[in-house]
């Protein structure tokens, strides 16, 4: 089983700033994976980040990046440069290794970015 | 290419009835899954498909159901619908392939049980 945990309801960034989101997880599995996705207003779920818990090493994907906590099962994602198109809900989520369809994902943060 | 289609996009139905939403995925995507997303309970997993068997089913009672057909393209029914039921249906596809499987995701179905 795999929860998710993201204890930061609402997060405000003025543009241009850098604004980090948080995220806790638990799974019983020793191969998984994490994503962020980004919901936008118009509610199209669009992946941001993923990362294999295999790996190492933080994944980056332009002004995103992650930094995993493995130990401490912990998965915050990072947003530099902030835009207003980033204006949206940020979920955190997980599967097992073999799970290739079904997601565990946090509650949820709503990220304002104001100009 | 065409990303996941949801059809309908809204539909208002009254308690005891029952709906039907569709979902064609990307071509070449022969995985298709299912989620509920309400603003209490968040986003859940309803079921997963892949060639035309389920093969994840989320903690949902009996009344959930769905389908996939031989083109991929999946169905999800829900009957005698509750108040409960509201929400926002997502659904979304992948290729199904690796451990490195990503899901896109459709625009969803807005279902309103009045």
């Known amino acids: 089983a795999q929860t998710v945990t993201q204890s930061q309801p609402e997060m405000s960034v003025q543009e241009a700033e850098t604004v980090t989101l948080s995220c806790t997880y638990d799974?019983?599995?020793?191969?998984?994976?994490l994503f962020w996705y980004k919901q936008p207003p118009s509610r199209q779920m669009i992946l941001v980040i993923r990362?294999?818990?295999?790996?190492?090493q933080n994944a980056t994907e332009n002004r995103f990046s992650v930094n995993f906590q493995k130990a401490a099962k912990s998965f915050s994602l990072k947003i530099s440069d902030s835009q207003l198109g980033d204006t949206a809900m940020y979920f955190c989520?997980?599967?097992?290794?073999?799970?290739?369809?079904?997601?565990?994902f946090g509650q949820g943060t709503i990220l304002t970015v104001h100009p | 290419k065409a990303g996941v289609t949801q059809t309908p996009r809204y539909l208002i139905k009254t308690r005891g009835q029952q709906v039907t939403l569709s979902c064609s995925p990307i071509?070449?995507?022969?995985?298709v899954s299912w989620y509920q997303q309400t603003p209490g309970q968040g986003l859940q997993f309803l079921f997963e498909?892949?060639?035309?068997?389920?093969?994840n089913k989320g903690n949902f009672p009996g009344r959930f159901s769905g389908r996939q057909f031989s083109n991929s393209r999946s169905e999800m029914n829900v009957s005698t619908l509750e108040l409960g039921d509201s929400a926002l249906y997502l659904c979304?596809?992948?290729?199904?392939?690796?451990?490195?499987?990503?899901?896109?995701f459709g625009a969803g179905s807005r279902l309103t049980v009045l």
């Open positions: 498909y892949f060639s035309e068997t389920q093969r």
């Open positions: 990362q294999e818990a295999y790996k190492q």
């Open positions: 979304a596809s992948s290729l199904y392939t690796s451990g490195a499987n990503v899901l896109t």
């Open positions: 071509s070449g995507h022969r995985s």
């Open positions: 799974t019983s599995e020793s191969n998984y994976y």
């Open positions: 989520a997980s599967r097992g290794g073999t799970s290739y369809g079904k997601l565990t």
